[in-house]
T-cell receptor
Framework: DAKTTQPTSMDCAEGRAANLPCNHSTISGNEYVYWYRQIHSQGPQYIIHGLKNNETNEMASLIITEDRKSSTLILPHATLRDTAVYYCIVRVTNSGYALNFGKGTSLLVTP | NAGVTQTPKFRVLKTGQSMTLLCAQDMNHEYMYWYRQDPGMGLRLIHYSVGEGTTAKGEVPDGYNVSRLKKQNFLLGLESAAPSQTSVYFC????????????FGEGSRLTVL
């Protein structure tokens, strides 16, 4: 699986969009980009995933660059409850193997 | 529908004691996983299973054993606990035709004195 690079921490004001970047320059053609988040002491929660097209669901949007070497997770209107560690993971789907979680980005949403 | 349930949620052990963590899922998932998370770190895979009766080693398997006798249950055992195994343990499960979405339990906090 390709390695990912994320900033250690970020801040965002409540109500503003939170844009969390992820670099995955060694991604291969059949690898997906996944985003999870972990709110303090809880189990990680799936957010979204994509291959090459931009994706949106009720939680967030995922923007993947055309060369697929980087992506951005967008929380359109951040709330205090979005304060969490966000993990960007690259993996081949349907492989049956577990996702490799790095240290992620610690997002702090402030009032 | 409880999802993924871990028991116990908290446990304190003395060095050398043994214990078993139980993970149960009611979603009929084929794949199950055990991770550990140490302070300030991401999750590291201990063992996983791709189906009933099968198990495989992950990134940090030493000191742990697992069993998957029933599809819905995945047990993690510590035969002789060590202080280095003090951690928060998370169980997860996913579908056979996985989209990559793992469903996690709430974690089990283990302290080894």
């Amino acid at each position: 699986d390709a390695k990912t690079t994320q900033p250690t921490s970020m801040d965002c004001a409540e109500g503003r969009a939170a844009n969390l970047p992820c670099n995955h320059s060694t991604i291969s053609g059949n690898e997906y980009v996944y985003w999870y988040r972990q709110i303090h002491s809880q189990g990680p929660q799936y957010i979204i995933h994509g291959l090459k097209n931009n994706e949106t669901n009720e939680m967030a949007s995922l923007i993947i660059t055309e060369d697929r070497k980087s992506s951005t997770l967008i929380l359109p209107h951040a709330t205090l409850r979005d304060t969490a560690v966000y993990y960007c993971i690259v993996r081949v789907t349907n492989s049956g193997y577990a996702l490799n979680f790095g240290k992620g980005t610690s997002l702090l949403v402030t009032p | 529908n409880a999802g993924v349930t871990q028991t116990p949620k908290f446990r304190v052990l003395k060095t050398g004691q043994s214990m078993t963590l139980l993970c149960a899922q009611d979603m009929n998932h084929e794949y199950m996983y055990w991770y550990r998370q140490d302070p300030g770190m991401g999750l590291r895979l201990i063992h996983y299973s791709v189906g009933e009766g099968t198990t495989a080693k992950g990134e940090v398997p030493d000191g742990y054993n697992v069993s998957r006798l029933k599809k819905q249950n995945f047990l993690l055992g510590l035969e002789s606990a060590a202080p280095s195994q003090t951690s928060v343990y998370f169980c997860a499960s996913s579908y056979l035709q996985a989209t990559g979405e793992l469903f996690f339990g709430e974690g089990s906090r283990l302290t080894v004195l």
